[in-house]
């Protein structure tokens, strides 16, 4: 009996494991969320109360990670490669690049998923639980495509990697969506979500981030056409974004020292800038994608 339940939890555990292992871990993903609520603008403020799944109280931070919840369910399987872009670059040579012709397949992926509900979102002739759901693919995938190795193909973005992480084996992918930020919340935000994001708001607002924020929502028009011979997704902005993300696989995401512990090296204290700049991106890129979408204009400072 007890051999049974353990065993039961051992599989359960490795499967959580497992699961987490394939996007921001729900942390980063409420992070975005809740960066975006302080954000918006009146017109998408009200149509996020009016259509956000009830449960959620009108707060796109815990609706964030409904995509995650949902993917391995028989009825949303079709959804999984939609939360990253597998970049067939060479991030070791030095070679970063994003491409939709050649890297989003006709399955779909990140890119062509934000296209779709970007389009759904403000259909009126969908049900409001269709709105819904666009909302929250929306709210996820803004977050997803900010996380380089959501944007990259090499050892199945980073996943296939064995690393060794706080003293534990992990893998690469892992330690980015999930090992990292819930160290750096332990040691600075008293293990809250809420805090963090505060924090990376104040920041934003009148802090170190305010000066390159306008940068971060250069694109932000969401009916802007990548370019006429693309034929898998119609739009500009995403494809910058995932863009901006996989550039850090050349610049930073593949260096670190082999065997060491990425936790206890100055690998985790480079990372954890370009993870709060990237939630960061994450949360104000939603606001403003929203806001443009219900009140015509992203309503935030822009160069
Ligand atoms: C768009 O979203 C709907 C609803 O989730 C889905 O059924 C459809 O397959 C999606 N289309 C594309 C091209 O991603
Ligand atoms: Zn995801």
């Known amino acids: ?37 302080a954000f918006l603008t009146s017109g998408a403020a009200s149509f996020v109360s009016e259509y956000l ?14 995509a995650d919840s949902v993917k391995y369910e028989k009825a949303y399987e079709w959804s999984q490669p939609y939360h990253f872009v597998d970049a067939m670059d060479s991030p070791l040579s030095g070679s970063c690049s994003v491409e939709e012709t050649r890297d989003c397949d006709s399955e779909g992926c990140i890119l062509t998923a934000i296209a779709n509900y970007t389009t759904r979102v403000t259909d009126t002739s969908l049900s409001k639980t269709q709105r819904d759901e666009a909302l929250k693919f929306l709210t996820h995938f803004l977050g997803d495509v900010t996380q380089p190795l959501h944007c990259e193909n090499y050892e199945v973005g980073g996943n296939d990697i064995s690393v060794t992480f706080n ?89 670190y020292t082999k065997g060491s512990d990425l936790a206890t090296t100055s690998y985790y204290t480079g990372a954890i800038p370009i993870i709060d700049v990237q939630l960061a991106k994450g949360g104000y890129r939603l606001a403003a994608w929203l806001n443009t979408l219900f009140d015509g204009s992203s309503g935030l400072p822009s160069k």
């Open 1 to 37: 009996m007890c051999l049974t339940i353990s065993l039961l939890a051992s599989i359960l555990s490795s499967m959580t494991l497992r699961f987490e292992a394939l996007a921001w871990g729900d942390d980063g993903h409420e992070v975005v969320g809740y960066i975006a609520q």
């Open 53 to 66: 799944d009830s449960s959620y109280d009108g707060q796109l931070g815990p609706a964030a990670t409904w």
């Open 167 to 255: 003293g534990a084996s992990d893998n690469l992918h892992s330690v980015w969506d999930t090992g990292m930020i819930e160290l750096n919340l332990k040691a600075n935000y008293d293990d809250s979500v809420a805090d963090y994001a505060d924090a990376l708001v104040q920041r934003i607002q009148s802090g170190d981030l305010q000066s390159q924020a306008s940068g971060w929502i250069a694109c932000v028009n969401p009916t802007e056409k990548l370019d006429s011979r693309a034929t898998i997704s119609p739009l500009e902005c995403p494809i910058e974004w995932a863009r901006d993300a996989n550039a850090y696989d050349c610049s930073y995401v593949f260096q």
